[in-house]
């Protein structure tokens, strides 16, 4: 054989071993084979995107590989459909957003949808650098652009990365369906304005467990037209809890059912177990909700249910309906002398709203502790402390 047969011959299997180093048979799209560059200057954009849709329009298992190094990149969108399944992507390196939101069209830095079977992990770093631009951030304007946006996607599995420094949320998983987040850790300044851990909307069957998250929001927002939602073993803090809500500021907005809280400690968290509703909402219904052995360790407001979510005028009633509420085997410590409270609406008071196994007490020196509880229908069981306000005692 001459010797260019044989180059050719060993180029060619070289090749082959390169494209199927992952899983057996697991085709592998490096982004430096598509002209990212990890010098610190190059939007490495458009090179993640071309080596994902290399990857998405091949067959079987591929994955793009994001390999050691700290890349810079703008606005990421990530398409299906996929021919490919399941369709991996191996952060291991650094990403790093620029802070010109100008750059940021679709609301997200990193948008993957209409995906079957997305995996995203690798062990890396997701840095969104939000300190650069949440001197925009405006309550009436629009929200600074989300680190991470899974929207309808199916069979997606989120693992073993690090979300620092959102713009934004860092994770908002929307119009999806089985989806598995575990193994995260999610850090923002306390002071960091609406950068919540991750948010779901109009999703359905989702867990989300084993994970550290600390915002300047809600370590976990669980939004409107959410079902069948599992929130397990999450050291929440800082932020301001885990919440239900907020619900009923849109008209367009769909039942919640289904939701369970369980095994979480927050520590030094504005509130805990939360659910938060708008007044003068559209109707819509939130039942058969868990928040159960859960850890506070010098909460503020360790049970709270709000629907007056704000304002602080009562003159207008949330159509939100709660019921089939439950807060079980809840212990700790509180720095709010008000350490239950039942904010009910009087349009569609809170409907089953069990109290049981509850043991509170004040960190530091604090007036006796108490339950405030309005348009609220409670039973309680077990040991309660602080005294409930109550009705149907069991």
Known sequence: MKKSKIFLVLSILLFVDVIHCGAPWEKVFDITKFGAKADGRTDNAQAIILAFRAACDSRGPARV?????????????????????????????????????????????????????????????????????????????????????????????????????????????????????????IRAPRKSPNTDGIHLSNATNVQITDMKIGTGDDCISIGHGTNNILVSRIICGPGHGISIGSLGKRSNEMNVKGITVTSCTFRSTANGARIKTYPNSPVLTASNIIFQDLVMDKVRNPIIVDQHYGTKSKSQSSNVKLSDIHFRNIRGTTISPKTITLDCSASYPCQGVELANINLSPFGPLSPLKSACSNARVITRGYINPSPCSVNVL
Not at 71 to 87: N, Y
């Open 65 to 185: 590989l994001i390999p050691f190094g700290k890349f810079i990149a703008g606005e990421i969108i990530l398409e299906g459909p996929c021919t490919a399944k399941p369709i991996t992507i191996d952060i291991q390196g650094t990403l790093e957003a620029y802070d010109d939101l100008s750059l940021y069209m679709n609301g997200a830095w990193i948008l993957v949808e209409r995906v079957d079977g997305v995996v995203l992990t690798g062990g890396g770093t997701i840095d969104a650098r939000g300190m650069n631009v949440w001197q925009y951030h405006s309550d009436d304007g629009p929200q600074l652009p989300v680190s991470l946006v899974l929207q309808t996607v199916t069979n997606a599995k989120l693992f073993r990365l690090s979300f620092l420094y959102s713009m934004g949320f860092h994770i908002k998983v929307t119009d999806s369906v089985d989806v598995n987040i575990n193994h995260l850790r």
